[in-house]
């Protein structure tokens, strides 16, 4: 098998590289926030960023220490990539090409060695390779690719390691858990599976140890980091988020992501929010994890297999995960955090689904006189063509979702070289006109100055993508609050107001600014 899967390897390079000839721009926040950060660092600038997209640690000015909230691996990767390669969009996609090359080759692996044949191999292979949904983002400069290989190498090894009571499989799946960490926050729950097999049913204190001092060995360096910058190992945000009322709450300015607050919203409202996630979950699952029609056939063959002790910390894993981003963390969870993170599960998904495909051909031969062999290979392959068309449909939502993008160049000439900024997704606007900014805080339209004078902030730039407090000014062209001046409204003459830009001016005469921020509009950076 070992000519196989370089074969699967090179392939998925060969795939990748494609797709990189096909991707011009990030596209999306968390793409343009990991790719911006890793340009900033190869070029000297450390790990920091032009802007605040969250006020969850309100730094005192930008810019300010990145990754305080998201994790930093993505970026570093792409930072030395393009430290090699230079610093564009196509060289800090290297490393996450590579990534799917090992995850593609890990599904392999694991199709052959849970299926046993080369079929299941190259199925398994196949099917990770186009992941219906996670097509689009494979090579982005996201975390899909890279969690995906690091989160199902853990979850692989500590299998081994529950297999054959061995510790040094525990070791290396604690130091996969760390690198898992380093690339999402909710990769901590690696860690802790790994920790529960070591200790369930018998403990196995060699074993867990170990596994703890690989993870913290690969920590170390970003708990240090942490403490120097928020004076905390862990940032607290990403906990707290279980608290959050509505996804739009993220962007609260101040912040309060208290228990009292959550409470003071009621069951009725708790429990909605909890039956939302739940139904949107169940659909990622369906759709997403197992594209729509293999759940079913997967989830019996899990069944079957559930015994199979490289598989234990697969389903434990894949449990806390759906049931942590519905109850727990239910906004970020619904709202891409279980997208993210379930890349993981996509090659034991994919290798459930056949097989389990493959068992229910075996009994429905023995009742309609079907060839086993030739069934196999017909819905083998349906299977793989269904996966392939999600893949195109989703090719296609991402490249139209990029199409509705504002014109970036044209708002620009509306604006000063030095301005600095307050509009929706900070990231994007950096990546398109290398200018600071502030997120739109979900906050009443009043503390807007209090944000202006802190970030130096001179002009405000909103479309249809607004909290609430924005929503008359950009909906019904409501008169401005007394500082800030109207600049411009970008109207493409189409009916109603989803394409429309508004540019307000921050009056100085009318913010505090703080003594920094003179000349107004000179851009630190």
């Known amino acids: 098998m070992r000519r196989d899967f370089v074969w699967m390897f090179g392939l998925a390079v060969l795939v990748g590289c494609l797709l990189i000839v096909l991707l011009d721009e990030p596209g999306y926040t968390d793409a343009y926030y990991y790719f911006n950060a890793g340009q900033r660092l190869a070029q000297g600038d450390g790990l920091t960023d032009p802007y605040v997209w969250i006020y969850l640690n309100r730094p005192d000015k930008i810019p300010a220490p990145s990754h305080t909230y998201w994790m930093p691996l993505a970026s570093i990767l792409s930072a030395g990539s393009m430290a090699i390669f230079g610093a564009n969009f196509s060289a800090a996609q290297i490393p996450s090409v590579l990534a799917l090359a090992g995850l593609v080759v890990l599904g392999g692996w694991l199709g052959y060695t849970l299926g046993g044949t080369r079929r299941y191999s190259w199925m398994t292979a196949l099917i990770v390779l186009f992941g219906g949904f996670f097509f689009p983002f494979w090579v982005n400069t996201d975390t899909f690719a890279l969690y995906g290989l690091v989160g199902a190498g853990a979850l692989i090894m500590m299998g081994l390691g529950y297999q054959k009571h061995d510790w040094r499989w525990f070791a290396?799946?604690?130091?996969?858990?760390?690198?898992?960490?380093?690339?999402?926050?909710?990769?901590?729950?690696?860690?802790?599976?790994?920790?529960?097999?070591?200790?369930?049913?018998?403990?196995?204190?060699?074993?867990?140890?170990?596994?703890?001092?690989?993870?913290?060995?690969?920590?170390?360096?970003?708990?240090?980091?942490?403490?120097?910058?928020?004076?905390?190992?862990?940032?607290?945000?990403?906990?707290?988020?279980?608290?959050?009322?509505?996804?739009?709450?993220?962007?609260?300015?101040?912040?309060?992501?208290?228990?009292?607050?959550?409470?003071?919203?009621?069951?009725?409202?708790?429990?909605?929010?909890?039956?939302?996630?739940?139904?949107?979950?169940?659909?990622?699952?369906?759709?997403?994890?197992?594209?729509?029609?293999?759940?079913?056939?997967?989830?019996?063959?899990?069944?079957?297999?559930?015994?199979?002790?490289?598989?234990?910390?697969?389903?434990?894993?894949?449990?806390?995960?759906?049931?942590?981003?519905?109850?727990?963390?239910?906004?970020?969870?619904?709202?891409?955090?279980?997208?993210?993170?379930?890349?993981?599960?996509?090659?034991?998904?994919?290798?459930?689904?056949?097989?389990?495909?493959?068992?229910?051909?075996?009994?429905?031969?023995?009742?309609?006189?079907?060839?086993?062999?030739?069934?196999?290979?017909?819905?083998?392959?349906?299977?793989?063509?269904?996966?392939?068309?999600?893949?195109?449909?989703?090719?296609?939502?991402?490249?139209?979702?990029?199409?509705?993008?504002?014109?970036?160049?044209?708002?620009?000439?509306?604006?000063?070289?030095?301005?600095?900024?307050?509009?929706?997704?900070?990231?994007?606007?950096?990546?398109?006109?290398?200018?600071?900014?502030?997120?739109?805080?979900?906050?009443?339209?009043d503390r807007l100055p209090e944000i202006a004078s802190r970030y130096c902030v001179t002009h405000l730039v909103i479309d249809k993508n607004v909290t609430d407090a924005f929503v008359p000014l950009i909906d019904k062209g409501a008169p401005p609050p007394p500082f800030l001046e109207p600049i411009a409204h970008l109207d493409s003459n189409t009916e109603g107001t989803g394409d429309d830009v508004r540019i307000y001016r921050f009056i100085e005469e009318a913010i505090p600014y703080a003594s920094r921020c003179y000349p107004i509009g000179n851009s630190p950076d």
């Open 172 to 445: 290396l799946s604690g130091a996969l858990s760390g690198f898992a960490h380093l690339t999402r926050a909710d990769g901590l729950l690696l860690l802790l599976v790994a920790l529960l097999l070591t200790l369930w049913p018998r403990p196995n204190w060699k074993a867990a140890i170990s596994t703890l001092v690989a993870y913290l060995v690969v920590m170390l360096a970003w708990f240090i980091r942490n403490l120097d910058v928020i004076n905390s190992p862990i940032p607290s945000g990403g906990v707290k988020t279980a608290f959050l009322r509505g996804y739009n709450e993220l962007f609260a300015y101040p912040v309060d992501w208290s228990f009292a607050n959550f409470a003071d919203w009621g069951m009725a409202n708790i429990l909605e929010s909890r039956w939302n996630a739940l139904l949107s979950n169940f659909g990622t699952w369906l759709a997403v994890e197992t594209w729509i029609l293999i759940g079913p056939f997967a989830l019996a063959a899990l069944w079957k297999h559930r015994k199979n002790p490289l598989l234990t910390g697969f389903w434990v894993y894949a449990l806390g995960l759906h049931l942590a981003m519905t109850f727990i963390f239910a906004f970020p969870g619904y709202r891409g955090g279980l997208f993210h993170s379930s890349s993981a599960l996509v090659p034991f998904w994919a290798i459930l689904g056949i097989m389990g495909l493959d068992d229910a051909i075996n009994w429905a031969a023995q009742r309609r006189r079907w060839h086993p062999p030739q069934a196999r290979m017909v819905f083998g392959t349906a299977a793989l063509v269904l996966v392939i068309i999600l893949s195109g449909f989703a090719w296609s939502a991402q490249a139209q979702n990029r199409e509705e993008a504002p014109n970036y160049d044209e708002i620009n000439t509306y604006l000063p070289a030095d301005a600095v900024l307050m509009v929706n997704d900070p990231p994007a606007w950096y990546f398109h006109t290398r200018l600071m900014s502030v997120n739109l805080p979900d906050a009443p339209l």
